[in-house]
């Protein structure tokens, strides 16, 4: 039980005239930016070296900005 090219035409005319063609081209035209964005992104990603993200490198900058501080709650703000 499969919807048939009628159903999809049906519904495609209701949703033409709930939002209109000019509507529906712009909905189209964002989500296509959205979408070669993202596979801009993912290209870039696959093309980083492997260095730029070395966890020993990471861990050794994490330890050189650790900030000690005291934590008080706000009862002790209060009082």
Do not use: C, H, Y
């Not at 033409?16 to 063609?21: E, H, K, R, S, T």
């Not at 993912?42 to 000690?68: L, T």
């Amino acid at each position: 039980m499969g919807i048939s090219i009628w159903q999809l035409l049906i519904i495609l005319a209701i949703v033409l005239v709930l939002f209109g063609a000019k509507r529906l081209r712009n909905l189209g035209t964002d989500l296509g930016t959205a979408v070669k964005g993202f596979k801009t992104s993912m290209k870039e990603e696959e093309n980083k070296p492997d260095d730029a993200a070395d966890p020993e490198q990471i861990e050794e900058g994490a330890e050189a900005r650790v900030i000690d501080g005291e934590v008080s709650s706000r009862e002790n703000e209060k009082a």
